[in-house]
């Protein structure tokens, strides 16, 4: 399945898209159907509150969060760096891709980690949008310039989590890696560390951006659109996770 039609199915099940879909079916029910309807644009207004809603946002990521942890004191043999989309045409960089605001920092965890450990780099991300230059070319130019850490190994053909996983592993293998840090997100962590175990690897798992709040007062209880995206980001991986469960079952 394509990246396109990936992403449009997802589109259409994640909020806010899926919320308003279940108000306009609501308000389309509410002259034929009216029984039906309300329930629907009550259940509608009430999703999308919440989906906007700090307090709820954030504490459904912490749930998912809470499956991974930080960094401890394990060893690995290689640091793995998941990309997380492209910064198009950036114009205060002559009009050139470069990392997104998402890339950026595990990037900057990652070359933390790098100079903490002496491990090499590998790099993953390839052009999903049909991008002049890939994720994991991006990151590599980011790391050495802005960081000044080197990159041994750039995977640019994979389009998903499950595509990196696999794509790396290949890579890796040919040296003789198994072991690996993972740097990704921490709501990002379990389904990324699921699907790089099931490719063969051992993870040792290297969370960052962890959800948190300066204090909980009324605001938290208000809508906010930046909150969407969190609500988003949740209905997405665990849409992820259900995928590669059944994935696993029929192949």
Known sequence: MSWFVTNTIAALLLPPLSLLLLLALGLFLLYRRRRFAWPLIASAFLLLWLAATPYAADGA??????????LGKQDADAIVILGGGTYFHAPEYGG???ISVQTLPRLRYGARLQRATGKPILVTGGKPLGNSLSEAQQMKD??????????????????????????????????????IYLVTHAWHM?????????????????PMGFTTRYRTDLRTFLPDADNLRDSKILVHELIGLLWYRVKSIIS
């Open 96 to 98: 050139q891709d470069t």
């Open 142 to 179: 980011a790391l050495e310039q802005d960081f000044q850490v080197q990159v041994r190994w750039i995977e640019d053909s994979s389009d998903n989590t499950y595509e990196n996983a696999y794509h790396s592993q290949r890579m890796l293998q040919a040296d003789g890696i198994r072991r």
């Open 190 to 206: 379990p389904r990324a560390a699921e699907v790089f175990r099931r490719a063969g690897f051992e993870v040792v798992e290297a």
């Open 61 to 70: 990521l912490h749930l998912l969060e809470a499956r991974t942890a930080t």
